[in-house]
């Protein structure tokens, strides 16, 4: 009786500390006087909204993290399917550590210590100050691992399937359309999900590969509703953190709806 006691005890301390933060993120938007602590407004007010409303630069922001964001996830998607597919089906000697070593790779590619020579790279093609750079660059780093998952999911198709197809008169590009592409939907959506957060909140890429205001996504917008002295303005900071997080809510809740994230099912051989 005394573990269990401990034990909720424990949970419920811990539920708190992760609570207090999102509560602070529901109410300070709407609280005219704002602080870093907790409290819940007297009035609830939509200036802070408005006010972000009219900040052009941020809400530019907005529209540019959507277009790098969907077109990352489009090129990942589409590339990872294809490579994840071809290096299942293949019979390339030691595809197994080709992943791993992709994988290990994909680690240092997105990460400050390859900054440099991505930059470089970037300049010589003369793709700096674009969206071009930036949704490459993200692609880039996520490949390996939408591939090391994707993979996952084709390795537990059975060949039969397509080769059932292929005897009917399939052709190949049939048989992967029409038979594995419907199978490994799922894991596509995960794919999906997953490269969409994590282009979306990407600060150092984009901050690194990009000049002009007008390109800026809003993880760096973000940054001019701070005061000169490098002070959080906190009511327009909650309110625009709000709006931001909107498009990765909006796309899980949507996932969850269409697909339920239920990844079981019948596969047979």
């Known amino acids: 009786m005394l573990s269990r006691i ?39 007010t939509l200036q802070n909204f408005y006010t972000v409303f009219e900040n052009k630069f941020a809400m530019r922001g907005l529209l540019n993290s959507f277009i790098q964001s969907v077109g990352g996830v489009v090129l990942v998607g589409i590339s990872a399917t294809l490579a994840a597919y071809a290096l299942s089906r293949s019979d390339v000697p030691g595809k197994k550590s080709i992943t791993y070593i992709l994988l290990l790779f994909s680690s240092v590619v997105s990460g400050s210590a390859a900054m440099v020579p991505i930059f470089l790279i970037i300049s010589s093609l003369g793709l700096i100050d674009t969206h071009i750079a930036v949704i490459l660059v993200f692609a880039g780093g996520l490949l390996p691992t939408a ?57 150092l890429i984009p901050f690194i590969l990009l000049r002009s205001d007008e390109l800026m996504p809003a993880s760096v917008a973000i ?26 809510i909006s796309l899980y809740l949507f996932v969850n709806w269409k697909f339920g994230f239920r990844f079981f099912g019948g596969i047979k051989a």
Not at 9 to 30: E, N, R
Not at 170 to 193: E, K, T, W
């Open 6 to 44: 401990s034990f909720s005890v424990l949970t419920a301390i811990i539920g708190i500390a992760f609570a207090l933060p999102l509560l602070w993120f529901l109410f300070a938007p709407f609280n005219a006087r704002a602080e870093l602590g907790l409290e819940i407004p007297a009035v609830f």
């Open 147 to 203: 591939m090391f998952i994707l993979r996952d999911f084709i390795d537990g198709i059975p060949k039969s399937y397509e080769e059932s197809a292929m005897v009917a008169g399939a052709s190949s590009m049939q048989a992967f359309r029409d038979v594995a592409l419907p199978v490994i939907r799922p894991g596509i959506v995960v794919v999906v999900v997953w490269a969409f957060v994590n282009i979306w909140g990407s600060f």
């Open 223 to 248: 940054y001019s509703f701070y005061s000169e002295a490098g002070t959080p303005i906190v009511t327009l900071l909650a309110a625009y953190a709000l709006i931001y997080s909107f498009p990765v």
